[in-house]
Nanobody, 119 residues
């Protein structure tokens, strides 16, 4: 079982920046991908960015060039640096991990952290 805990959300004005972090704990062996999804009110959860172990980052078109994802495998953390935030970035941001262990793929989610961007 992998446990994900996010931190760093909050309220910011348009054009501002926030840094959201996620730490994985528990049975972390075999985590292949870590990333961030978000869900705005009355909308489906969508990918923001993800980074596979030893691979290249992937970003949603809406955030490319403004957000940067980074991962520290030694500390089991993934960080999303958000810059030039827009009101449409307002959402609950969820940390995500995909793990291959015991012959099975499993998905894990954090509890979410609110990011609110005021215009």
């Amino acid at each position: 079982q992998v446990h994900l805990v996010e931190s760093g959300g909050g309220l910011v004005q348009a054009g501002g920046s926030l840094r959201v972090s996620c730490e994985a704990s528990g049975s972390i062996f075999g985590i292949a991908v870590m990333g961030w999804y978000r869900q705005a009110p009355e909308k489906q959860r969508e990918l923001v960015a993800r980074i596979p172990t030893g691979g290249n980052e992937e970003y949603a078109d809406s955030v490319r060039g403004r957000f940067t994802i980074s991962r520290d495998n030694a500390k089991n953390t993934v960080v999303l640096q958000t810059n030039n935030l827009k009101p449409e970035d307002t959402a609950v941001y969820y940390c995500y991990a995909k793990q291959f262990a015991g012959g099975f793929w499993r998905d894990y989610w954090g509890q979410g952290t609110q990011v609110t961007v005021s215009s």
